[in-house]
C-alpha cells in the first residue's frame, strides 16, 4: 500500500507546483524537508497536524495549538495513525525536530516557516 501526503488526500493544490501556489503559497507540510521521512511522508506531507498554516476545510489554519482538536478528529491524521501504527511518530516528536532546526517557539506553539514560504493574504 502506497503511502500519501496531505496534499495528495486534501487535494489542496498547494504542494511544489500545485494549482493554489501562486494565491495561497506553498504548504509548510510541502516544503519542510527537515521533516522528510516522518510517518514515512515526503517533507512534512503525514505531519501536516504538528505545523502551522496548512490549509484544512478551505481555510488556512493558525497555530498547532488552535487546530489541536480539529486535527485529532481528521480522517487523514487517523488514517496515519492506523497505516504507521507503534512507528507513528508523534507531535512531540515531530515538533522537537523542528525546534532542533529553529523553526519551533514554545511560547506560542509556532512553527516559524522557513523563509522561501510565503504567508497567505490576509482577509
Not at 493558525?62 to 481528521?74: N, P, W
Not at 496515519?80 to 525546534?99: G, P, R, T
Amino acid at each position: 500500500m502506497s503511502k500519501i501526503n496531505c496534499w495528495e488526500f486534501s487535494k489542496c493544490g498547494r504542494e511544489s507546483g500545485g494549482r493554489n501556489v501562486e494565491e495561497l503559497g506553498p504548504c509548510p507540510a510541502a516544503t519542510l524537508h527537515e521533516l522528510e521521512g516522518v510517518n514515512g511522508g515526503k517533507n512534512g506531507g503525514r505531519s501536516c497536524w504538528a505545523l502551522t498554516s496548512t490549509l484544512c476545510h478551505g481555510k488556512i489554519q493558525g497555530s498547532m495549538a488552535d487546530k489541536l482538536t480539529q486535527c485529532l478528529e481528521c480522517e487523514f491524521r487517523q488514517q496515519v495513525v492506523l497505516e504507521e501504527k507503534l512507528d507513528f511518530k508523534s507531535s512531540k516528536y515531530i515538533l522537537s525536530i523542528l525546534q532542533s532546526n529553529g523553526l519551533f517557539h514554545h511560547a506560542s506553539l509556532k512553527c516559524q516557516a522557513p523563509t522561501s514560504v510565503r504567508q497567505a493574504p490576509g482577509p
